[in-house]
């Protein structure tokens, strides 16, 4: 049980790992995945549409992302759950800005040239799909944590999956991304989700042994 996160994470990584050999040495087989699904999801531009979407993709971006984990560590402490304020706030920052990060600075893949808004940097992967998949993941891991009915078991993992799957579908319709980055984004975010949750599992009773000591001295 502890080992299947892992296996996950380790699934992802070697999925982001293929998509980022393959940008990097300009693999035929990337050109022609990114041309297919632009084909598919760059279809029917209006500017009625253009601007909902350039609208709606904000909540995958870094400042919505911010916020929102901000408000998330705040009710965590109003809670006295300050072992889970303290990991999820972590992972989101590491796994969420700190990588994508640093590795479109290693990368360095230049935008489309077929943008509908502007936005600068580099394109791979995509920060919004990699730090909303970390952070609606997170959200969700530790939501099934705490609640008991089935249903809502089921429906919150589908509701941050569809988040995460618009912000991806956006980023490529609005031509800001490739669909290799939004695809890679999604991956190496799956990767640190998943390696958090195994290493919460492992590490988690210590860190709310932790936390109670800190309460007391507090």
């Excluded at 109003?78 to 479109?104: C, N, Q």
């Excluded at 980055?181 to 975010?189: C, E």
Aim: a positive charge; proline letters at 3%; aromatic letters at 14%.
């Amino acid at each position: 049980m502890k080992k299947t996160p892992f296996i996950i994470s380790g699934v992802g990584l070697l999925g982001f790992i293929f998509f980022m050999a393959g940008v990097m040495t300009e693999a035929k087989w990337v050109q022609t995945f990114d041309n297919y699904w632009n084909s598919v999801i760059r279809v029917g531009i209006t500017d009625t549409k253009t601007t909902i979407i350039s609208y709606l993709t904000d909540i995958g971006g870094v400042a919505t992302i911010c916020i929102l984990t901000v408000v998330v560590i705040i009710a965590l402490l109003f809670m006295r759950k300050v072992d889970i304020a303290i990991w999820f706030g972590g992972t989101v920052l590491i796994g969420g800005a700190l990588i994508p990060s640093i590795i479109k600075n290693i990368v360095q893949r230049p935008r489309p040239t077929f943008k509908l808004i502007e936005q600068g940097g580099f394109s791979f992967p995509s920060g919004h799909a990699t730090g909303s998949t970390v952070f609606y993941g997170m959200l969700a891991f530790f939501l099934i944590l705490y609640v008991s009915k089935r249903w809502l078991r089921i429906m919150i993992p589908i509701l941050a999956l569809s988040i995460v799957l618009f912000v991806m579908y956006s980023r490529v319709y609005l031509g800001v991304h490739f669909p290799s980055d939004v695809v890679a984004g999604f991956l190496i975010g799956n990767a640190v989700v998943f390696c958090s949750v195994g290493c919460y599992f492992i590490w988690g009773g210590k860190l709310a042994l932790w936390a109670t000591r800190f309460k007391k001295t507090v």
